[in-house]
C-alpha cells in the first residue's frame, strides 16, 4: 500500500495537523515505512501461537488484596466543620 500526496494531505487535514508540501513528501514516505512494517507483520504465519501476556513465567510478589480500614465516616464527620444529614457541607462559590 502506498499513500499518494492527496491522501496524505487528507490525512493531515483530519488530524488537523499543519503541513507544507514539502513535508508532505517526508511525511508520505515515513507513513509508507509504518504501513510497510504493519503488512510484514500481517504477513506473519500466528496460526496455532498462544498470545503471550508476559515473556516470562513469573508471578509478582503483590500482597493479598485485603480491607485495612472500616468504616470511618462517622470519625471524618465528627471533625468537618458543617455536616448535614450525612453529606459535608461546603460554601457556595459559583453564583
Same mark, same amino acid.
Given at each position: 500500500?502506498? &499513500? ?9 487535514? &483530519? ?15 515515513? &507513513? ?64
Amino acid at each position: 500500500m502506498s &499513500l499518494t500526496h492527496q491522501d496524505v494531505a487528507r490525512i493531515a487535514k &483530519l488530524a488537523r495537523i499543519a503541513v507544507t508540501d514539502e513535508e508532505i513528501v517526508a511525511v508520505g514516505a515515513q &507513513l509508507n515505512n509504518i504501513f510497510g512494517l504493519i503488512e510484514q507483520m500481517q504477513a506473519v504465519d500466528t496460526d496455532g501461537i498462544e498470545p503471550m501476556a508476559h515473556p516470562q513465567d513469573v508471578s509478582l510478589r503483590l500482597r493479598d488484596d485485603v480491607v485495612t480500614e472500616s468504616d470511618r465516616r462517622a470519625a471524618f464527620q465528627a471533625i468537618a466543620p458543617q455536616v448535614e444529614n450525612g453529606l459535608f457541607l461546603v460554601p457556595k462559590v459559583i453564583e
